[in-house]
Structure formats: C-alpha cells, structure tokens
C-alpha cells in the first residue's frame, strides 16, 4: 500500500509539473497581437490534430516558449506523415506592429491578403536543408534581393527529396508593382510573367491550423 500510495503521488506531481510547463495553444486573435520568437517545424505520424499540437506543445517547452500558435500542417512526402509548422512566444513577447510587415534582409514580407493585390514580377527559388522558418525566410529574401525585389510572399515551401531538404519559391515584386483585379484571392494571371514561371504552385495560406 506505502508503494502504491508513493507511485500515486509521483504520477501526481508528474503530471501537476506538465501541466505547469507546457506551453499553451494561442487562438488566432492572441497570436496576431503579439510577436513569435521563433518557428519551427515538427514531423512525425499523427492520427488527430490533437496529438500533433502535442508534440508542437513538447517542443515550445523543449525551446523555452510559453505558448505557440499551429500556422500550417501539410503532408510529409506522401509518406503518412505530417509536417507542421508553429510560431513560437516568450512569456512577455513584444506586441505586434499592426500596420508594419516584417522586413528580413531588407526585404518586405508581405501576407497572402496583400500579395494577390499586385502583380509579382518573377519568381526566386531555393533549396537546402533548413533547421527553421527563419532560416527559410532569410534564404529567400536574399535570393529576392540578389533580383532587385522590394516584397515577396512564399507561394511553396516542399519537401525535395527523403533527407530533410526543402525547395522553396516566392513571388517577388517591385516597389511600384501593378495593381490587379482578380475575383478569388487564389487566382494568378496565367499569362503574366511571374504566372508563366511559376506553373503548377499553389498558394499557401498562413491562416490555415
């Protein structure tokens, strides 16, 4: 009974420690009011989105963060697996700028509502294997710099091959880049240079968790 009782109280203060520190799950309205730290990635076989946000949950802890916000899931190489992507918050994260787009490397990051507005003019791509968003974004935004672009928006972001690596492409546009009308927020101009180029990309959107 004394084994019993002391087993019992170790599962309780196990799970009252868990409880303490794992981070929490962000709605949607929290995340866009504060700044992340950091994304990250987390792959592995889920049967709900429920077990992946708590593997996404166990590496926020294992990485210091008090909450983290799911921004996209996506299959894993067709291999059953699944990819998700989060952003990462401290405890005291920075609120965010409402009006103002991040700028990595001098380049405008610009979100989907803002990017179907204007015509892109050409498309970069990049591969490699990356440990982290951040390092995605700072890749690309120096391929789009190398071009001359004012903005882009991540159009794709796949899986290449077994080993880790990703292949990456984004719309860059200038400065000054032409308004366009489209009815659907999906819609590229298929005869536009940047539409031409990028055949077969889908957009892909942030909001979705």
């Not at 709900?48 to 802890?61: L, P």
């Amino acid at each position: 009974m004394k084994l019993k009782n002391t087993l019992l109280a170790s599962a309780l203060l196990s799970a009252t420690a868990f409880s303490v520190n794992a981070a929490t799950e962000l709605t949607p309205e929290q995340a866009a009011a504060v700044k992340p730290f950091d994304r990250v990635v987390v792959t592995g076989r889920f049967n709900a989105i429920g077990e992946a946000v708590k593997a996404v949950s166990r590496r926020a802890d294992k990485e210091g963060a008090a909450s983290f916000y799911v921004v996209d899931t996506s299959d894993f190489g067709n291999s059953g697996n699944w990819r998700v992507v989060a952003d990462l918050y401290k405890a005291d994260a920075e609120k965010a700028e409402e009006t103002s787009n991040r700028v990595i490397n001098g380049v405008v990051e610009l979100p989907k509502d803002q990017a179907v507005l204007i015509e892109p003019f050409d498309t970069v791509t990049v591969q490699g294997f990356y440990r982290s968003q951040p390092e995605v974004n700072d890749a690309i935004t120096k391929a789009a710099k190398a071009k001359g672009a004012y903005s882009f928006y991540i159009v794709r972001q796949i899986d290449a091959n077994q080993g880790g690596n990703q292949r990456i492409t984004a719309f860059i546009y200038k400065k000054d880049a032409k308004k366009r009308i489209v009815q659907s927020p999906d819609v590229i101009p298929a005869d536009s240079e940047a539409g031409r180029a990028s055949s077969g990309c889908r957009w892909r959107s942030r909001e979705e968790s």
